[in-house]
């Protein structure tokens, strides 16, 4: 892959789901997560930690999260990112 390539992927822009096809559009989503760099990337370890916290928050509707609009697959994803509740859960 090409480095342009590489960063275009780095950027994920949210889209309009009624022009997306809702299957299609979290394979993009999930390639996107796969394409991220090792120095991005949490751990796999990680990643299923704050999934599964995730998967017991009240604030999870349809993969994203009510209090910022993220598809907490992602956010769990990035290293850098933690959760967006004011008594974080990860």
Do not use: H
């Not at 096809?21 to 394409?35: G, Q, S, V």
């Not at 796999?44 to 998967?55: G, H, N, P």
Request: net charge positive.
């Amino acid at each position: 892959m090409e480095k342009d390539e590489k960063k275009a992927l780095r950027v994920c822009r949210k889209c309009l789901l009624y022009a997306e096809d809702r299957e299609e559009f979290f394979r993009k989503l999930e390639a996107y997560i796969d394409n991220l760099s090792e120095e991005d990337r949490a751990s796999q370890e990680t990643y299923e930690s704050r999934l599964k916290t995730c998967a017991q928050c009240p604030n999870l509707t349809d993969g994203m999260c009510v209090l910022c609009g993220c598809y907490v697959e992602l956010r769990a994803a990035l290293r850098a990112r933690r959760c967006p509740d004011v008594a974080r859960r990860w």
